[in-house]
C-alpha cells in the first residue's frame, strides 16, 4: 500500500495533454521537414481521439457516478474536467492556428496548396461540380428534419454535415435544417489535375466540394449555408467477465455499438452560426464546454495520407534502411547463432525482418515440432500470422494467444484467430480480465546430438514491442533472441498458465505480472536504497511511455531521500515529481519526442556494480503491474547488457537538443544547450547503426 502523501502525484490527463503539447512542437520546429510537421498535427488529432475516446469518457462517467470522487493526484472529478477541458481547448486552438498561419502558407511555398471553395476559377469549379455529381453525390443521402426524420445518430468520428435550407418542398413541407452523414469509402482529400491547379500537388478536401455543391442535393431549395461538424463518442468497451462464456462471441457482439456509445465532444467548424452549434449539442445531450470550434477540417487525421501522396523526398525524413543483423550474417543458420549466443535486436535501427525470417524458418523447418506465440497487435496484414499459419499447416504444433481486447484492434484479432483455427492452430485468449500484453515467441526443435540421439531444444523471442512490421519500423524497441535454457524454461511456464490451468509456477529469470514483477521492482529499488544509505554508490535509470503506479512512486521517493540517483526517461505521463526538494531532489525525469515513438521499457538498478537490466513491455502503472499478463526479461550477456544501456538509457540522458525536462509542478522545458556538440538520441543512433 503506497505511503505517499496527497499533493506528491500529477494529474494523469492533464499529464498525457501535456506530451501531446510536446508532440505539437515537433510540428512547430523548423528543423523538421515540412511534410513531416503536418504528420505530427495529424499525430495530435488521433491521440486527441483516443483521449476523448477513454480518457475523457471515463472521466464524464465518473462526474456522473460520484460527483464527490477524487483523481488519486487529490483533485476533485469536477476539477479535472475543468482543467482538462481548458487545456484541450488551448491545445486544439494551437493546434489549428499552426495548421492555418505556418504550415499551409510553408506548403504553398514548395507547390502544396488546398484549393478552399471560394478561391476557385471558374475552370476549377467546372471540374469540382463535375466530380461532385460524378464521384460524391450519389452516394450522399441528406436527410431532412422534420417530425418523420428525426435527428439522426451519426458514427463516431464521422464526418457531417448541418444544412441550413429555406422554402417549401413537392410535399409543401417547410426546409429548414437537413444532416448530410459522409459515408466513410469517400475520399477525404482528392487532388486537382496539376494543369487546373496551377501547383504541382492541389488538393480539394471533401468539405469543399460539399460546401460548394451541397444545393445539388436540394433541388429547388434554398441553401444559407453548409458547415462540418464531428461527435466523438465513448469507445470503451464492455464484457461482463462473469456473464460471458465465449469471450470472441461477446465481443462481436459488442464491437458495433462502439459506434454508438456516448457523445464526449463535439467539433464544428468555426463559421458554425451559433444557434446551429447549440441544436448540434442538444442533440448530442452536450454541454457548452464539450464543444470544440475549429478553423479548418473537423478531422485533421485525414491529412495524414498527404505526404503520401506528395512526391517532395526534400520535405519528408531521410530514407531509414534499418540495418541487417550482423550475427545473422555469413551463412550461419539462425539457429546455430541463437545457440552460440543471445542476439540482441534494437528495432528500428535493426531490422524486424529477422523475426519474420526466423518464424518462415521455423514454420518450413522439418526438425521444427512446435511453435508458441502471443499476438496482442499485428496489423490487418501480417506475414507473422501468415507464418504461423504455414507452420500449421505443415503439422506443426502451433499455439497463439491472441488478445482479444487490445484496444482497436479487437475486430481484426478476431478475424486473425479465426483464420488461424482455419489453419490448424490452437487459439486461445489468454486469461479473462487479465489482458496478455507479453511479447514471446517459443519455438521447440528437435535436434541432433554427438550421441547421434535427439533432444528437443527450445529458441525463444522476447520483445518490448508487437509483432507488427509496419510499427517496427516507427517504434523504438528490443528483442532478444536466446536458447538460455532457464529463460526458455520460464516462457514454457508463462505460456502454460495462459493455455492451461496451473497453480503457481515459480520462474527462475523472468519477472512475471501479475505475480512477481511488482515485488521485484520495489525489492530493486529498495536495494538501491540500502546500498544508498550504507554508502554505496546507488544508481536506477529505467525508461518507459508511463509511469503513474503510486507505491513504485513512493518507492522512487523513498529511494531519492536516501541518496540513489534516479534518472527515468518517460515518454508520455508521468504521475512523479522529480526535482522537489526534501522529496525527489534526486530524480530527473525527462521525454523524448522526436522521428520514431519510444516504446522500449528498460529497467536499470547498479546492484552494487552488478548492474541488472531487465527489459519487457510492461510500463509502471497499475493495469500492466496487477491487471495484465507481462514479463520482464534478463539482459545477461556483458556486452548486449551494455549495448542496452548505451543505447537505450545514456544516449537519451546525454541528449542536449531534443529531451523534454519535467519540472516538479508537471511542466515540460525543451532542452536546447549552447554547447558545440550538439546530441539528439535518434540521429546518434542512426548515425551508430549506419556506421556499423
Not at 430 to 457: N, P, Q, T, Y
Request: net charge neutral; glycine share 6%; charged share 25%.
Amino acid at each position: 500500500m503506497s505511503t505517499t502523501p496527497p499533493g506528491t502525484l500529477l494529474n494523469r490527463e492533464l499529464g498525457i495533454l501535456e506530451f501531446n503539447a510536446r508532440v505539437l512542437a515537433q510540428a512547430a520546429d523548423p528543423k523538421v521537414p515540412l511534410l513531416e510537421r503536418l504528420k505530427f498535427i495529424c499525430i495530435v488529432s488521433s491521440n486527441l481521439d483516443e483521449f476523448f475516446e477513454i480518457r475523457m469518457a471515463g472521466l464524464k462517467e465518473q462526474l456522473r457516478d460520484n460527483p464527490s470522487g477524487m483523481t488519486p493526484d487529490g483533485l476533485s472529478f469536477q476539477q479535472t474536467y475543468q482543467l482538462v477541458t481548458e487545456r484541450t481547448q488551448r491545445l486544439v486552438g494551437m493546434q489549428y492556428d499552426m495548421l492555418q498561419s505556418v504550415i499551409f502558407p510553408l506548403l504553398e511555398k514548395e507547390g502544396v496548396f488546398f484549393h478552399l471553395t471560394g478561391s476557385w476559377n471558374d475552370a476549377q469549379r467546372t471540374w469540382a461540380r463535375d466530380f461532385f455529381l460524378r464521384e460524391l453525390g450519389p452516394v450522399l443521402t441528406p436527410i431532412a428534419l422534420d417530425p418523420a426524420h428525426p435527428f439522426p445518430r451519426v458514427l463516431n468520428k464521422s464526418l457531417n454535415f448541418v444544412v441550413e435550407l429555406s422554402g417549401t418542398d413537392a410535399f409543401g413541407r417547410e426546409a429548414e435544417l437537413a444532416i448530410v452523414q459522409a459515408p466513410r469509402a469517400l475520399p477525404r482529400v482528392v487532388k486537382m489535375p496539376e494543369s487546373l491547379s496551377g501547383y504541382p500537388f492541389g488538393f480539394v478536401l471533401l468539405s469543399s466540394f460539399m460546401q460548394g455543391f451541397v444545393h445539388e442535393l436540394f433541388p429547388a431549395i434554398e441553401v444559407h449555408g453548409c458547415y462540418q461538424f464531428r461527435v466523438t463518442r465513448n469507445s470503451d468497451l464492455f464484457v461482463s467477465e462473469d456473464e460471458i462464456t465465449d469471450l470472441r462471441e461477446a465481443l462481436q457482439g459488442e464491437l458495433p455499438t462502439r459506434h454508438f456509445g456516448d457523445t464526449v465532444r463535439l467539433e464544428v467548424s468555426s463559421d458554425t452560426p451559433p444557434q446551429l452549434a447549440r441544436r448540434l449539442l442538444l442533440e448530442s445531450g452536450l454541454g457548452e464546454q464539450d464543444l470544440y470550434r475549429v478553423s479548418g477540417p473537423v478531422n485533421l487525421v485525414r491529412l495524414m495520407q498527404i505526404p503520401d501522396l506528395v512526391d517532395r523526398p526534400a520535405l519528408k525524413f531521410p530514407p531509414h534502411v534499418p540495418a541487417a543483423v550482423k550475427a545473422f550474417s555469413g551463412g550461419v543458420s539462425m539457429f546455430d547463432a541463437i545457440r552460440q549466443q543471445d542476439v540482441l535486436l534494437h528495432h528500428p535501427y535493426e531490422s524486424f525482418s529477422s523475426v519474420l525470417d526466423l518464424l518462415q524458418l521455423a514454420a518450413n523447418d522439418p526438425d521444427v515440432v512446435a511453435i508458441k506465440q502471443t499476438v496482442y497487435r499485428t496489423g490487418n496484414e501480417s506475414l507473422v500470422m501468415e507464418a504461423l499459419m504455414t507452420a500449421a499447416r505443415n503439422g506443426k504444433e502451433v499455439t497463439v494467444v491472441v488478445e482479444l481486447l487490445a484496444r482497436f484492434d479487437e475486430e481484426t484479432n478476431i478475424n486473425w484467430a479465426e483464420q488461424l483455427e482455419n489453419a490448424g492452430a490452437h487459439v486461445v485468449y489468454g486469461v479473462v480480465g487479465h489482458k496478455c500484453h507479453a511479447k514471446m515467441l517459443l519455438i521447440v526443435r528437435r535436434e541432433r546430438i554427438k550421441s547421434k540421439d535427439h533432444k528437443l531444444r527450445r529458441y525463444v523471442h522476447l520483445g518490448t514491442g508487437n509483432y507488427h512490421p509496419r510499427t517496427a519500423r516507427l517504434y523504438t524497441d528490443f528483442g532478444l533472441l536466446t536458447a538460455d535454457e532457464t529463460i526458455c524454461e520460464d516462457v514454457h511456464h508463462v505460456f502454460q498458465l495462459l493455455t492451461g490451468t496451473a497453480g503457481s509456477i515459480r520462474l527462475n529469470e523472468l519477472w512475471q505480472s501479475p505475480f512477481t514483477m511488482h515485488d521485484q521492482l520495489v525489492e530493486h529499488i529498495r536495494a538501491e536504497a540500502r546500498n544508498a544509505r550504507a554508502g554505496k554508490r546507488a544508481r536506477i535509470m529505467a525508461k518507459m511511455n508511463a509511469l503513474l503506479e503510486p507505491s513504485i512512486i513512493d518507492e522512487l521517493y523513498k529511494a531519492s531521500r536516501a541518496g540513489v540517483k534516479i534518472d527515468l526517461i518517460v515518454r508520455g505521463v508521468c504521475a512523479l515529481r522529480p526535482g522537489v526538494p526534501g522529496l525527489s531532489e534526486n530524480i530527473s525525469v525527462r521525454s523524448i519526442v522526436g522521428r520514431f515513438l519510444e516504446h522500449h521499457r528498460v529497467y536499470y538498478f547498479l546492484a552494487d556494480g552488478e548492474e541488472v537490466v531487465y527489459l519487457s513491455s510492461a510500463d509502471w502503472m497499475d493495469r500492466n503491474l496487477f491487471r495484465r499478463v507481462e514479463v520482464a526479461f534478463p539482459v545477461k550477456n556483458k556486452a548486449l547488457k551494455q549495448r542496452v544501456i548505451q543505447e537505450s538509457l545514456r544516449v537519451h540522458l546525454r541528449d542536449n537538443a531534443s529531451a523534454w525536462i519535467m519540472q516538479g509542478d508537471g511542466e515540460y522545458v525543451h532542452k536546447q544547450s549552447k554547447a558545440k556538440l550538439q546530441h539528439v538520441s535518434q540521429t546518434d543512433l542512426l548515425a551508430l547503426f549506419g556506421n556499423r
